[in-house]
């Protein structure tokens, strides 16, 4: 059974950072493509950040509103993923997500995902 936790949300003041962590079990993040999505209240889920599997040497994506404050990783001994968030904006806030699934487009970032967690809720104040 392949389950996915996220933690580390919580409330922040703008410029301020989170680091969310993502504790998969079931499924095997260096062999997956891996994604942190998220959800503002009223809009659409999009996605913020994907991993690829290291056969593709992960190869980072982000979200253009996020590139450059937020760094995706992943530690394969753990079998966890990490989004760290700097200098964090009210447009930031939202639920987040992460989710898996084999890598089977040529980018992680074009991937469909076939799991996803529960969310974990970041505010940010101004």
């Known amino acids: 059974q392949v389950r996915l936790v996220e933690s580390g949300g919580g409330s922040v003041q703008a410029g301020g950072s989170l680091r969310l962590s993502c504790e998969v079990s079931?499924?095997?993040?260096?062999?997956?493509?891996m994604a942190w999505l998220r959800q503002a209240p009223g809009k659409e889920r999009e996605k913020v950040a994907t991993?690829?599997?290291?056969?593709?040497?992960?190869?980072?994506m982000y979200a253009r509103s996020v590139s450059g404050r937020f760094t995706i990783s992943k530690d394969n001994a753990k079998n966890i993923l990490y989004l760290q968030m700097n200098t964090l904006q009210p447009e930031d806030a939202a639920m987040y997500y992460c989710?898996?699934?084999?890598?089977?487009?040529?980018?992680?970032?074009?991937?469909?995902?076939?799991?996803y967690g529960q969310g974990t809720q970041v505010t940010v104040s101004s």
């Open positions: 991993i690829s599997n290291d056969r593709n040497n992960n190869h980072p």
């Open positions: 989710a898996a699934g084999p890598l089977d487009r040529a980018y992680c970032w074009l991937n469909a995902y076939d799991y």
């Open positions: 079931g499924y095997t993040v260096s062999s997956a493509c």
